[in-house]
């Protein structure tokens, strides 16, 4: 019966009868959770690199070194590095929804965005795995 | 349509006598006549007024006694049937329930109203949009009665308490103020809007409807609850005082625990 009424009208020509995605909700999600986390995470690192023992000036190549060989230091870096990465790249995601007004443009910003996320977070996991203290010269 | 050169009288003749404790404010109004203009202007018109008229007395002056081709919308002029939503001095309200005596500069200073077309929407004339996107995403939200299964022979039944879940969003006028005053729906008209939220919250929380899923999965879209920023402009503009964020929080709460 209520398939013969008109008054069911989708808003655009793009839109599926019944797409069923998940994705925004678990992106929304996402950000709540990441955000709390990272709060913990980016406060303890700015305390421990900033304001603990001296803050910044104790800094060096060794004390990166002695912190980096225990895999609790590893995982927090990692963690940090990941749910920043995402988070941060997500919110720019919908800030490009939000903004970009031609599709093209939306396009490509994002796969500005995505490639550079996709980069950093290689480079930073890489480095983090295969930090070599022994490094001489 | 014949082109008419603009009439700078308005539709009923001369200007009344001024009534006493009048004070004379400026409206500066945004204006556009797809005819003659290229690009939108702005117009000033010194209006003798009472602070207990409303802006919509204000409007009606101009086109009544200076200048008739102002085009607006309006039809109660009480509140209710919400044609007359616009941007007053930057934010959406109805022209019908704003007073003067509300919008006067502090101090005896001299006092200007900016009236502009609620954004969002294209502008047909003046402060005439077309509201034809604003009832598209109305209707994408299948704003009725869905049931399945036969026809009860009574009544549907439903409590008190059963009522009180949707009774804020049943105010809504479809005035548009709440969606054109919300910043996503201005950058990207794709956005379903706070209005069209907040009119599928009315049958999602209805016990008596049996349609809350497939609303639900329309919402659950990349253009649905999850764009809200939250910048509750439009609990801020709605008329009715209805709290649409507050109505938009709690479909993102059924979608999120799948549970209405």
Sequence with gaps: MSESLTLDKPRSPRRPAARRSNFELYSWLFMRISGVALVVLVLGHLFIMNILDGGVHRINFGFVAGRWASPFWQFWDLAMLWLAQIHGGNGLRTVINDYARKDATRFWLKVLLYVSMVLIIALGTYVIFTFDPNITD | MTATAEVSTGSRGNQPPVPDGAITVT???????????????????????????????????????????????????????????????????????????????????????????????????????????????????????????????????????????????????????????????????????????????????????????????????VDGVWRCRTTFNCTDACPRGIQVTKAIQEVKRALLFKRV
């Design chain 2, 27 to 221: 409206l500066k109004v945004r204006r556009f006549n797809p005819e003659f203009d290229d690009e939108p202007r702005w117009d000033s018109f010194e209006i003798p007024a009472l602070p207990s008229d409303r802006v919509l007395n204000l409007l009606h002056y101009v086109k009544w006694y200076i200048d008739g081709t102002l085009t607006f919308r309006r039809s109660c002029a009480h509140g209710i049937c919400g044609s007359d939503a616009m941007r007053i001095n930057g934010v959406n309200r109805l022209a019908c329930k704003v007073l003067l005596k509300d919008l006067l500069a502090s101090g005896g200073k001299p006092t200007t109203i900016t009236i502009e077309p609620i954004k969002g929407l294209p502008v047909h004339k003046d402060l005439l949009v077309d509201m034809e996107p604003f009832f598209e995403a109305f209707k994408a939200v299948k704003p009725y009665l869905i049931t399945y299964g036969n026809e009860p022979t009574r009544e549907r039944i439903q409590s008190i308490a059963d009522r009180e879940r949707f009774d804020d969003t049943t105010k809504c006028i479809l005035c548009a103020a709440c969606t054109t005053s919300c910043p996503v729906y201005w950058t990207e008209g794709s956005y379903f809007g706070p209005a069209a939220i907040v009119n599928a919250h009315r049958f999602i929380f209805d016990s008596r409807d049996e349609g809350a899923e497939e609303r639900l999965d329309i919402l659950n879209d």
